[in-house]
């Protein structure tokens, strides 16, 4: 690794090495028995319903964080079942109603979340309507979607939340959620909170993989060899 790296490229890569892995997830909130997130970072919540979902942007709009809804729910229902505080509420519906939104328009969808995130300091985003969102349009679409989300939350240090029910889903689609976003798997008891830390973990390592990567490739062409990726 020290053959072409000067002197002030080494120092520096020395000392991201020392450091180890940054804590790119802060502490972790308890939300609810046996659920653990990070105030920042995309949770996929494998849930039936999206209750504990909801208890967790509950828990964030009331606390003061910008908050974003984007969901199948009539938003009038929504404020009365939960303390949403002065969360923002977009309707995903066909219907021809005043500040809905169709399910079929994802671009705008798109737009405005962007446009949310962007203006928000440590912004909150819950998405309750994904399996909606892939029967009007294609599952490849709603991905593109989770994958232009995922990566403004990582750079706005937001926080981003979708339930899923994993029973509407195909396995590979499942398994492309997974790949995607951290995950809370309320379905399976024996996962619990470590999975969910574990899940943290490994994003963790990859993110400072990646900035070690970075570092070496700066100025020069580098060559990667992979071993094992099981």
Not at 93 to 104: A, D, F, H, S
Not at 138 to 167: C, E, H, Y
Request: glycine share 8%.
């Amino acid at each position: 690794l020290k053959s072409g790296v000067d002197g002030d490229e080494m120092e520096a890569l020395q000392s991201l090495l020392s450091q180890g892995p940054p804590e790119w997830v802060p502490a972790a909130m308890d939300v609810g028995p046996g659920v653990e997130l990070g105030e920042a970072g995309s949770y996929l919540v494998q849930e039936k319903k999206a209750e504990i979902s909801y208890r967790i942007f509950s828990k964030l709009a009331s606390s003061g964080r910008e908050a974003l809804c984007i969901a199948r729910e009539n938003p009038e229902v929504l404020k009365k079942r939960y303390n949403l505080g002065d969360a923002k509420l977009i309707w995903l519906t066909n219907i021809e109603e005043q500040g809905v939104l169709k399910p079929t328009d994802l671009s705008k969808l798109a737009y405005m979340i962007e446009s949310f995130l962007k203006k928000s300091k440590r912004g909150v985003v819950l998405l309750e309507g994904f399996e909606y969102l892939i029967m009007h349009n294609s599952f490849t679409s709603g991905l593109k979607l989770i994958q232009m989300m995922k990566d403004q939350v990582a750079l706005m240090g937001a926080l981003f939340i979708m339930p899923v029910n994993p029973r509407t889903l195909e396995s590979k689609e499942l398994a492309f959620l997974e790949r995607e976003m951290l995950t809370v798997d309320l379905e399976e008891e024996e996962r619990g909170v470590g999975e969910v830390k574990l899940d943290a973990e490994r994003g963790r390592l990859f993110e400072w993989v990646t900035q070690v990567l970075t570092t070496v490739s700066s100025k020069r062409p580098l060559v990667l060899f992979l071993d094992n990726l099981q």
